[in-house]
Structures are given as structure tokens and as C-alpha cells.
């Protein structure tokens, strides 16, 4: 996945759940900009944030190598 396509699963997701940005901020302890940052790419985003990002928008959270 590119980095372009990561950013719109998350932006999906949050959505799907019903979640505003300032929503999820406050579930994942961080502020609403930060997750602004993320959903547009000038944040990078790691596994530990994908991870909890899919937790909290009950989601799960696939890794393959092909």
C-alpha cells in the first residue's frame, strides 16, 4: 500500500465508525491536529498507531508479505 491509500483506509475507517477526528483524538490520547496530520500525511504514522487506530474504529488490522 502506498502511503496515499494508508491514509484513506484510516480516513474510511474513522468515518465508517462514526468518529470525528476530535473523537478519535480523544480516544487515542492525542490532540485533534495530530490526527488531522495523519489523515492528510504530514504525520508519519506507525504499526502501533495502525494498530490502535483499528482498535478504536473496531477494525482489524491485516500485515502481509507477498
Do not use: F
Not at 490526527?35 to 502481509?64: C, H
Amino acid at each position: 500500500m502506498t502511503k496515499e491509500e494508508i491514509q484513506s483506509v484510516m480516513l474510511q475507517a474513522r468515518l465508517e465508525a462514526g468518529l470525528t477526528q476530535q473523537d478519535m483524538a480523544n480516544m487515542m490520547a492525542t490532540k485533534q491536529s495530530t490526527i488531522a496530520r495523519m489523515e492528510s500525511g504530514r504525520y508519519p504514522v506507525r504499526l502501533l498507531t495502525l494498530m490502535k487506530w483499528a482498535e478504536v474504529t473496531g477494525k482489524r488490522l491485516e500485515i502481509r508479505l507477498v
